[in-house]
């Protein structure tokens, strides 16, 4: 009769899961932090989509006006709440009769450790407010 041999402690199995932690580790003590950022840049869009309800019943040229505080207070949010450090960084606002919408377009440069090689992460943000006007007949 065959006696039934225990695994060895290190095998082909076990390298893999290690590896797989490893790696997932590796992303999320780099690569996390951006992504993270994208979250307080969503925020800081938010907002910026809803004050564009106000600024739209304004006429012109109070209305440019304020649609252009919107966008710099919306840009310097995301550069100090998020530090977004692109100088590059794009932020547009439209809207129409019913929806707003803020957008930033961004870069992230991440270093790898110990190495010269960088990756760049590309950020499309968009967010939506309904700001169509009640009407209360």
Request: charged share 30%; proline share 4%.
């Amino acid at each position: 009769m065959a006696r039934y041999g225990a695994p060895r402690r290190l095998n082909v199995v076990t390298v893999t899961m290690l590896a797989v932690a490893l790696g997932a580790g590796y992303w999320f003590w780099r690569f996390f932090p951006a992504y993270f950022d994208s979250w307080t840049v969503d925020h800081a869009l938010r907002e910026a989509a809803n004050a564009i309800y106000k600024a739209s019943r304004l006429r012109d040229p109070d209305r440019s006006r304020e649609l252009k505080d919107i966008v710099n207070r919306c840009r310097k949010e995301i550069v100090e709440k998020a530090g977004i450090k692109d100088p590059d960084l794009e932020v547009e606002i439209e809207f129409d009769d019913e929806n707003a919408f803020a957008m930033a377009n961004y870069k992230v440069v991440v270093t790898h450790p110990g190495t010269t090689r960088t990756t760049t992460l590309q950020f499309k943000r968009k967010e939506r407010a309904n700001i169509k006007q009640v009407r209360w007949d």
